[in-house]
Nanobody, 125 residues
Framework: QLQLVESGGGLVQPGGSLRLSCAVSGFTLDYYAIGWFRQAPGKEREVVSCISRDGDVTNYADSMKGRFTISRDNARNTVYLQMNKLKFEDTAVYYC??????????????????WGQGTQVTVSS
């Protein structure tokens, strides 16, 4: 059974950092593009970042560029989201998602079929 489990969320002060992890099981990560999304209270879910299955292609939503870094370790079946310079508006539940792709260079900002349960990130002073 394909499963994604996020971890690493928590409470952090503005300007601080967190690293989220997305551990996958039930499938071989090598064949899947991965995305990170978030949903703040009262708002629609939005894309944060994506990474191709070989890790060479990444993309970020404009508000995350320069602050967030996505990476993956296929040997450990884990994808990471390093978040620096966190702002109040980064408060949200963060989700990772997976989709099998046929090409190494595909980085999907939408269209994911498999989702984790999410991890809460709260930025507060």
């Amino acid at each position: 059974q394909l499963q994604l489990v996020e971890s690493g969320g928590g409470l952090v002060q503005p300007g601080g950092s967190l690293r989220l992890s997305c551990a996958v099981s039930g499938f071989t990560l090598d064949y899947y593009a991965i995305g990170w999304f978030r949903q703040a209270p009262g708002k629609e879910r939005e894309v944060v970042s994506c990474i191709s299955r070989d890790g060479d292609v990444t993309n970020y939503a404009d508000s995350m560029k320069g602050r967030f870094t996505i990476s993956r370790d296929n040997a450990r079946n884990t994808v990471y989201l390093q978040m620096n310079k966190l702002k109040f508006e980064d408060t949200a539940v963060y989700y990772c998602a997976a989709e099998r792709v046929s090409s190494d260079v595909v980085c999907l900002m939408y269209g994911y079929g498999y989702w984790g349960q999410g991890t809460q990130v709260t930025v507060s002073s």
